[in-house]
C-alpha cells in the first residue's frame, strides 16, 4: 500500500467520526446552553443541583465516562447502539465545558445592559434572549469554535468501543500490513485534515470579533 | 446482570492501590508538557523561520488527537529501533501533546509581564537570555501557576487514556479486574468516581492556589 493509499484508508473512517461528531453536538448545543444559563440564573439548591450536574460531566474522564455507559446502561435496561453511548457521552462532556463558556460570557457582560433592558420594561426572559444572550454568545465564539475541535478530536476514542472511524481505521490497516510510520503519520494527518480548518475558522472569527470591540470602545 | 455492589466495593482498594501511578505520570507529563511548551514559546517569540515552524508544529499538535499520538510513539518508535517502556511512551505522549496548550499558556504569561520590565532590563545592559531567565520568567510563573494548575487537571482527566498503551494506572486496573471476573460495570464505575473525586479534589486546590496568587496584587 502506498502512502497515499493509506490515507485514503484511514479517511474511510471520516464518515464515523462526523457522524459522531454531529450527534455529539445535539447532545452538547442544549447542554452548554440550558445548563450555562440555569447556573446563571438560579440561587440556593437550584444552584448546587446545576453546578453537580455539569461538574459530573465536565470533571469527570471522558474515557472512563465512555466505558462506563457502554457497560452499564445495559445492565439498567437501556440498550442503545455504541454510536449513540458515544455520541451521548461526547456530546455531554464537550456541552459541560460550553455551558461554563456561556455562564462566563454571560457573567462578562456590563451590567447596564441588563439595567437599561429593566428601565426599557422588558421582561427578565426577554432581557435574557434578547440582550443578554446574543452578545455573551457572539464573545465566547472563538471558545466554542475551540471546544468544536476538542469534541472532534474525542471521537477517536469509539475507535475503542468498536465504531469504525479514522483510528480504528489506522488500527486495521496496521493489521494487515507492517507500516506503522506511514500509518500513524496518516492518522495524524488525517485528523489535522479536518481539525485545522476549523482552527483557522476559529482564528478569522477571533479577529473579526476582536476588530468589531476596538471599534465599540473607540467610540 | 445485576449491578453488585460488594463486588464493586471490594475493587475499590486494587484501583487505589495504583493511584500514585496516575498521579505520577500525571507530574511527569505536566513538567515535560511545561518545560517543552516553554521551549516552543520561547522559539516562536524568536521571529522567522523557527517562529513560523513552532507555530505550525503547535497547531498541529493542537488538531490531533492525543490518541493517536499514543498510538504513533507506541507503534512508530520501536519501528525505527527505540524501544522504551509504556510508562515512557505515555508520559512523553501526553507531555507532547499537552505542550501545545501549555505554550499558550506561557504566551499569554509573558505578554501579561509590563514591556516596561524587559526595556528595564535591555538598559541594564541585560543580554536576551539573561532578560527573559532572571527578569521575566520568574515574574511569569505567578501568571502562570493557575493555567498550568488547570492543565495539571486536564492531564490528570488524560491518564486513563495510557490504558490502550498498557500502562498500569487506574482505568487499565480497572479493566484488569474486569476481564479476570468477566464483570465490567463494577470496577469501571468505581474507577471513574475515584478519577472524578480526584479530579474535583486538583481542581478545588487550583482554585485556592489561584485565589492565594490573586490576593495581593488586587491592593
Given at each position: 500500500?502506498?502512502?497515499?493509499?493509506?490515507?485514503?484508508?484511514?479517511?474511510?473512517g471520516?464518515?464515523?467520526?462526523?457522524?459522531?461528531?454531529?450527534f455529539?453536538?445535539?447532545?452538547?448545543?442544549?447542554?452548554?446552553?440550558?445548563?450555562?444559563?440555569?447556573?446563571?440564573?438560579?440561587?440556593?439548591?437550584?444552584?448546587?443541583?446545576?453546578?453537580?450536574?455539569?461538574?459530573?460531566?465536565?470533571?469527570?474522564?471522558?474515557?472512563?465516562?465512555?466505558?462506563?455507559?457502554y457497560?452499564?446502561?445495559?445492565?439498567?435496561?437501556?440498550?442503545?447502539?455504541?454510536?449513540?453511548?458515544?455520541?451521548?457521552v461526547?456530546?455531554?462532556?464537550?456541552?459541560?465545558?460550553?455551558?461554563?463558556?456561556?455562564?462566563?460570557?454571560?457573567?462578562?457582560?456590563?451590567?447596564?445592559?441588563?439595567?437599561?433592558?429593566?428601565?426599557?420594561?422588558?421582561?427578565?426572559?426577554?432581557?435574557?434572549?434578547?440582550?443578554?444572550?446574543?452578545?455573551?454568545?457572539t464573545?465566547?465564539?472563538?471558545?466554542?469554535?475551540?471546544?468544536?475541535?476538542?469534541?472532534?478530536?474525542?471521537?477517536?476514542?469509539?475507535?475503542?468501543?468498536?465504531?469504525?472511524?479514522?483510528?480504528?481505521?489506522?488500527?486495521?490497516?496496521?493489521?494487515?500490513?507492517?507500516?506503522?510510520?506511514?500509518?500513524?503519520?496518516?492518522?495524524?494527518?488525517?485528523?489535522?485534515a479536518?481539525?485545522?480548518?476549523?482552527?483557522?475558522?476559529?482564528?478569522?472569527?477571533?479577529?473579526?470579533?476582536?476588530?468589531?470591540?476596538?471599534?465599540?470602545?473607540?467610540? | 446482570?445485576?449491578?453488585?455492589?460488594?463486588?464493586?466495593?471490594?475493587?475499590?482498594?486494587?484501583i487505589?492501590?495504583?493511584?500514585?501511578t496516575?498521579?505520577?505520570?500525571?507530574?511527569?507529563?505536566?513538567?515535560?508538557?511545561?518545560?517543552?511548551?516553554?521551549?516552543?514559546?520561547?522559539?516562536?517569540?524568536?521571529?522567522?523561520?523557527?517562529?513560523?515552524?513552532?507555530?505550525?508544529?503547535?497547531?498541529?499538535?493542537?488538531?490531533?488527537?492525543?490518541?493517536?499520538?499514543l498510538?504513533?510513539?507506541?507503534?512508530?518508535l520501536?519501528?525505527?529501533?527505540?524501544?522504551?517502556?509504556?510508562?515512557?511512551?505515555?508520559?512523553?505522549?501526553?507531555?507532547?501533546?499537552?505542550?501545545?496548550?501549555?505554550?499558550?499558556?506561557?504566551?499569554?504569561?509573558?505578554?501579561?509581564?509590563?514591556?516596561?520590565?524587559?526595556?528595564?532590563?535591555?538598559?541594564?545592559?541585560?543580554?536576551?537570555?539573561?532578560?527573559?531567565?532572571?527578569?521575566?520568567a520568574?515574574?511569569?510563573?505567578?501568571?502562570?501557576?493557575?493555567?498550568?494548575?488547570?492543565?495539571?487537571v486536564?492531564?490528570?482527566?488524560?491518564?486513563?487514556?495510557?490504558?490502550?498503551?498498557?500502562?498500569?494506572?487506574?482505568?487499565?486496573?480497572?479493566f484488569?479486574?474486569?476481564?479476570?471476573?468477566?464483570?465490567?460495570a463494577?470496577?469501571?464505575?468505581?474507577?471513574?468516581?475515584?478519577?472524578?473525586?480526584?479530579?474535583?479534589?486538583?481542581?478545588?486546590?487550583?482554585?485556592?492556589?489561584?485565589?492565594?496568587?490573586?490576593?495581593?496584587?488586587?491592593?
Open positions: 500500500m502506498t502512502i497515499v493509499e493509506i490515507f485514503l484508508g484511514i479517511f474511510e471520516f464518515r464515523t467520526t462526523a457522524t459522531v461528531t454531529a455529539g453536538m445535539l447532545f452538547a448545543v442544549p447542554f452548554a446552553l440550558v445548563f450555562g444559563v440555569a447556573q446563571y440564573l438560579t440561587r440556593g439548591l437550584a444552584h448546587l443541583a446545576v453546578t453537580a450536574i455539569i461538574e459530573f460531566w465536565r470533571s469527570s474522564a471522558v474515557i472512563i465516562l465512555l466505558f462506563v455507559f457497560y452499564v446502561l445495559p445492565i439498567a435496561g437501556i440498550e442503545l447502539p455504541a454510536i449513540a453511548v458515544a455520541a451521548m461526547l456530546g455531554l462532556n464537550t456541552g459541560g465545558y460550553g455551558s461554563q463558556a456561556v455562564r462566563a460570557g454571560l457573567q462578562s457582560l456590563d451590567r447596564g445592559q441588563f439595567e437599561a433592558a429593566s428601565a426599557l420594561g422588558l421582561r427578565r426572559r426577554h432581557t435574557l434572549c434578547l440582550i443578554e444572550l446574543p452578545q455573551a454568545l464573545r465566547m465564539a472563538p471558545t466554542f469554535i475551540n471546544q468544536f475541535i476538542q469534541l472532534i478530536k474525542g471521537t477517536a476514542l469509539v475507535s475503542l468501543v468498536t465504531l469504525t472511524d479514522m483510528t480504528f481505521r489506522a488500527k486495521e490497516i496496521a493489521e494487515l500490513e507492517y507500516n506503522p510510520a506511514g500509518i500513524y503519520t496518516s492518522l495524524l494527518l488525517a485528523y489535522f479536518v481539525c485545522y480548518p476549523v482552527t483557522v475558522f476559529g482564528r478569522w472569527v477571533e479577529q473579526r470579533l476582536g476588530a468589531g470591540r476596538d471599534q465599540t470602545n473607540g467610540f | 446482570m445485576d449491578f453488585d455492589l460488594a463486588f464493586a466495593v471490594s475493587t475499590v482498594l486494587p487505589l492501590s495504583v493511584i500514585g496516575t498521579i505520577g505520570v500525571a507530574l511527569l507529563s505536566c513538567a515535560g508538557a511545561s518545560v517543552l511548551g516553554f521551549a516552543f514559546e520561547i522559539t516562536r517569540r524568536g521571529g522567522a523561520a523557527p517562529g513560523y515552524l513552532i507555530r505550525f508544529v503547535i497547531d498541529f499538535i493542537r488538531s490531533t488527537p492525543v490518541l493517536a499520538w498510538y504513533f510513539l507506541y507503534f512508530v520501536p519501528y525505527y529501533g527505540l524501544t522504551l517502556s509504556s510508562l515512557t511512551v505515555g508520559v512523553l505522549g501526553l507531555s507532547l501533546y499537552f505542550s501545545g496548550y501549555l505554550a499558550e499558556v506561557f504566551k499569554a504569561g509573558i505578554d501579561a509581564v509590563p514591556k516596561g520590565q524587559s526595556e528595564a532590563a535591555k538598559a541594564l545592559g541585560l543580554n536576551r537570555v539573561d532578560s527573559l531567565f532572571f527578569i521575566i520568574p515574574q511569569m510563573l505567578r501568571n502562570v501557576a493557575a493555567p498550568v494548575g488547570n492543565h495539571f486536564s492531564i490528570l482527566k488524560a491518564t486513563p487514556y495510557l490504558a490502550v498503551i498498557a500502562v498500569p494506572e487506574m482505568l487499565g486496573k480497572a484488569d479486574i474486569a476481564s479476570d471476573t468477566y464483570r465490567y463494577e470496577p469501571l464505575t468505581v474507577a471513574g468516581i475515584v478519577f472524578l473525586f480526584l479530579a474535583l479534589a486538583i481542581a478545588h486546590m487550583v482554585r485556592l492556589l489561584e485565589r492565594k496568587l490573586m490576593g495581593p496584587t488586587r491592593r
